[in-house]
């Protein structure tokens, strides 16, 4: 009986352990619309904190709190009268009625207590200069900005840290509502002159009177290397103005290249960005697998990717900004970033390349793509600029709220673009390519498959609006991709960024040899140098006949990378870039011609080259180190924290230069020598030679067995080689025979690693 309660007991469990999971299931179903929901409805609350949080800074960003003043005045322009006397009687700043929008006390009127005075004025220059004078005012007042009660309260809590800091002799104080600490031993000594000493205690070494005389008699008139003046004018068609580049501006744009996994393509994107001006080119859809940096001839080349033939990013920098980059640093196959120094001293810039889902694509794909940026926003420079192909359509601006779209926005607005236009909001960036007024032929940035539909889905975006000067679309490049160039121009105050920019190019200047007649013509005008009485002037005669002399005996070789043909199908294919739609079929055929033809010639070309130094050197190692296009640099490398002494990547130039610099310097430094060749042999298992003469005679050797009756024979002893050095000399009784040993010699030599030079074996027969 107890048996079959306990057995009831056990059914009557399971069968509750279903009923419960039945009902634990069907609340999950009922809680999970309910629980995205609340993660939805979470991330948008926090996106509207972060608005509210950015507003009431953008509220407040032009005021200031006045302390100490007495409440004595009837009427707010009294009040104003007031502070105007103050400001301009100890800061020397008049304020005008117009500067201010508001002035008004804030807080309850308390007995014995003062209310400090909220001033709002009419633009943030006028603030700014009160803020920086504020140390002028008298000791009865002071001003302080305008913070949230939330940033006061940190304010607050970061004080006792901020003494404790500046006890340590350090550099310390609060910017907003984070503490900032420099170390004290950063802080760089003004240099002074040195008093200078007196003639009568210093006995200075007298110049010799042989220099001055020469310098005297060197000396030139200004006047005589002034040309004369223009004829035809000042602006005359004799002598037009130089055409100069505007050096005060750095273009930086983007691009979708739809594929840059062979070479022949960046070739031809070379080529295409010749005859335009840039600086910087992030590039979408590289397709090329790994992290590189190269540098060629004209630019820097990065990229970076993960996946086979899909996405992968890169930059284009030029030659001039080398020393200027800080880092590359690939972050996913849709997002890279450089740090470049681009204008001014202050922080370096880092320009953001980006390549968004489509708007097809999965929702997770898209919300992990922003999840990644948003990261990194947290971790990059003050100055940055995000740009590429983000897949948005944002549309016409929907209210005056949305300040970070200008007026000059087009179409509708999908799910892409409100993602684009809440991030953002969330990071106060500006959609830079709305703020610019262009014709709707300039705007749209992709083609549709059908040759018809173009929006605008590629786009620059900063923090500030007044950094770009201008943003424009490139029209006709001359390159097969379906999106257009976007580019934009900074205003460059850096002086020094292009003071040293020596434009390169791909011509190599070869001097032949002088004629017989110029040398006799030479020689002719040397002669007419008798007549001339000065020094000088002789010697200006001279100098000018020797310049003739060399332009005349030089020429320069221009290189063709690509080809003539190409060339000629190039300029073909950009007399079609105007009607995209209609020639869309004849611009897809040209650039596959395009592409055999790059090809062609550069197998061309590689022969020649080759065949070239086989027959100077008769080898191809120099024809191989011609053909090298680019010198490749360090991505990235690890290095050792000095306080926890754990390795970490770093991607910064000056980092990987310096573990670079002090391995090779620990390198030839080192005491220890190598091992000899004899001690080497107790260490490995297999003898390997150390020396080329070593492998020779290992190959040798192994020949020994099939060789022994073979040669000639000298007193009963058969001779079938001699070696000298890495020569070696065979000999046999018939052709055939030495045809077979050398064909064995080559087989035993390629497994050591040699390879015969074919154009030193000879033969001799004797009779």
Request: hydrophobic letters at 35%; aromatic letters at 8%; charged letters at 35%.
């Amino acid at each position: 009986m107890e048996g079959q309660f306990k057995l009831l007991f056990d059914q009557m469990k399971i069968e509750m352990d279903k009923q419960t999971n039945i009902i634990f299931k069907k609340m999950d179903e009922k809680l999970e619309p309910l629980i995205k929901e609340n993660e939805t409805l979470k991330n948008r609350i926090e996106l509207l904190e972060k608005k509210i949080e950015y507003f009431e800074k953008e509220k407040r960003k032009n005021n200031i709190l006045f302390f100490g003043l007495d409440e004595k005045e009837d009427s707010s322009v009294e009040l104003f009268e007031k502070v105007q006397d103050i400001f301009k009687q100890d800061l020397k700043i008049t304020i005008e009625a117009n500067d201010i929008s508001k002035i008004h006390r804030i807080g309850i009127t308390k007995e014995n207590k003062i209310r400090p005075v909220l001033i709002s004025f009419a633009n943030n220059w006028k603030r700014n200069m009160i803020l920086k004078l504020k140390k002028s005012l008298k000791d009865l007042y002071y001003i302080t900005e305008d913070f949230p009660k939330e940033v006061l309260e940190k304010r607050r809590e970061l004080k006792s840290k901020l003494i404790e800091e500046r006890a340590k002799g350090n550099i310390a104080y609060i910017k907003y509502d984070q503490l900032v600490v420099k170390e004290g031993n950063l802080i760089q000594e003004k240099r002074k002159r040195d008093q200078s000493t007196s003639p009568a205690t210093q006995n200075q070494a007298k110049k010799p009177v042989t220099s001055n005389a020469l310098i005297k008699e060197n000396r030139r008139n200004a006047f005589d290397l002034l040309y004369n003046p223009n004829p035809a004018g000042p602006r005359g068609v004799e002598r037009p103005p130089p055409q100069k580049r505007n050096n005060n501006k750095v273009y930086i744009a983007t691009l979708n290249v739809r594929t840059l996994r062979l070479d022949y393509r960046l070739e031809e994107l070379e080529e295409a960005i010749t005859p335009i001006k840039w600086d910087v080119i992030g590039l979408c859809e590289v397709r090329r697998i790994g992290e590189e940096i190269r540098e060629y001839n004209e630019y820097i080349f990065y990229f970076y990717g993960k996946t086979q033939g899909m996405y992968g990013m890169g930059f284009l920098v030029k030659k001039h900004l080398k020393d200027k980059i800080v880092s590359f640093q690939g972050i996913s196959d849709r997002i890279a970033v450089v740090n470049i120094q681009l204008t001014g001293p202050k922080q370096p810039w880092s320009i953001i390349q980006v390549h968004a889902p489509r708007e097809q694509d999965k929702k997770l794909a898209k919300e992990k793509f922003y999840n990644d940026l948003t990261e990194l926003m947290q971790k990059i420079n003050k100055n940055v600029i995000v740009m590429g192909d983000l897949n948005a359509k944002v549309g016409k601006k929907s209210n005056k709220d949305e300040f970070i779209l200008g007026d000059y926005s087009t179409g509708d607005r999908n799910d892409n673009g409100q993602r684009l236009i809440d991030f953002c909001f969330a990071h106060n960036l500006k959609i830079m390519n709305s703020f610019f007024k262009k014709r709707k032929s300039r705007k749209w940035t992709w083609l549709a498959p059908n040759g018809r539909d173009k929006n605008e889905i590629d786009f620059i975006l900063a923090k500030e609006k007044d950094v770009f000067t201008d943003i424009d679309v490139i029209n006709k490049l001359n390159f097969n991709t379906d999106h257009r160039m976007v580019r934009g121009a900074i205003t460059n105050t850096n002086n020094n960024l292009r003071k040293h920019i020596i434009h390169s190019t791909n011509n190599k200047t070869t001097t032949t040899s002088i004629p017989k007649n110029i040398l006799s013509d030479l020689r002719n005008k040397l002669q007419e140098t008798d007549e001339i009485k000065s020094t000088q002037e002789k010697y200006n005669f001279l100098e000018k006949e020797l310049i003739n002399l060399i332009k005349s005996s030089s020429k320069k070789e221009k290189t063709n990378k690509l080809g003539e043909e190409t060339l000629k199908l190039m300029e073909t294919r950009n007399g079609m870039l105007g009607n995209r739609r209609d020639n869309k079929q004849k611009i897809a055929s040209i650039s596959k011609k395009i592409h055999e033809s790059i090809r062609k010639h550069k197998k061309e070309e590689r022969l020649r080259v080759l065949r070239e130094q086989i027959e100077k050197t008769g080898g191809i190692n120099k024809g191989l180190k011609q053909l090298k296009e680019y010198t490749q640099w360090i991505p990235n490398i690890k290095t050792k924290s000095k306080k926890n002494k754990n390795e970490k990547l770093t991607a910064k130039r000056l980092s990987i230069v310096k573990v670079a610099t002090e391995f090779f310097k620990k390198l030839y430094t080192e005491t220890d020598s190598t091992l000899p060749a004899e001690e080497e042999k107790e260490i490995h298992e297999e003898e390997i030679p150390c020396i080329l003469e070593s492998e020779v005679i290992k190959a040798i050797q192994s020949q020994k067995s099939d060789w022994e009756h073979l040669g000639i024979n000298i007193n009963g002893s058969n001779l079938n080689h001699l070696r000298f050095a890495d020569d070696i000399v065979l000999f046999a009784e018939k052709p055939s025979i030495l045809q077979t040993m050398l064909q064995q010699l080559d087989r035993e030599s390629e497994k050591a690693g040699l390879s015969m030079n074919p154009m030193k074996t000879k033969d001799k027969l004797s009779q």
